[in-house]
């Protein structure tokens, strides 16, 4: 699967951080990766993200920490109609690296480091509270909020998403099969899909695509 690189920088305009907040009909499927750091909260929506080389199922209040580099997607369809709806923040590792110099920001800079794999986290509501409104602030108020957050979630309980660093795929054949795979599931979110039917969208038998699919991710690809 080709993760595309997602420009940021342009899309933050003169503010030092881009964070932004959005609806959609549903989360198109799109693997992609950029050099900053991503914090994403799921205020509506379910269906399953992939994570480096990790799956798993998410739905509202998903919240996780994305390290540089490291490719994923969120993809689903809904099915009460209601639109889905994410909040955003990303920022660069020489804005943030502004602030880890300090000893107090020990916790802050382990985060980072286990970023690198994905970070889900558990939560409270004060703390969802103060990024859903992050991206009504700005100026010196918005850095602020963002340090305060980042404390906040160097200090809650979270688990690692991917148990190893992520390595790109290193075959064409491979990236191209997965692409065509995780896009048929995306067309066909809503409707039962037997695993015949995603086998035969890369002309693998039922065994091999199982076979295939746990080689390239930590467990197979989710069919419904």
Known sequence: MKAVLEDIKSQKGTSSFYAYRFQVPFFEFKWHYHPEYELTY??????????????????????????????????????????????????????????????????????????????????????????????????????????????ELSQTKYKLIAPNTFHTIVSKKSEMRINEVCLFIQKNFNTAISLKQVANQIYLTESNFLSFSKKQLEKPIPII
């Open 42 to 151: 799921i205020v509506k929506g379910n269906g399953y993200r992939i994570v480096g080389n990790t799956y798993e199922n998410y739905k509202d209040g998903d919240l996780v920490l994305l390290g540089p580099n490291l490719p994923h997607t969120w993809t689903g369809k809904a099915i009460d109609k209601e639109p889905f709806e994410a909040v955003v923040i990303q920022f660069s590792k020489e804005f943030i690296g502004a602030f880890l110099g300090f000893e107090e920001a020990e916790q802050i800079k382990t985060l980072f480091e286990n970023s690198i794999r994905g970070i889900s986290f558990d939560a409270n509501s004060k703390l969802i509270d103060s990024i859903m409104t992050l991206t009504e602030l700005d100026g010196m108020n918005k850095i602020l909020r963002l340090i305060s957050v980042l404390h």
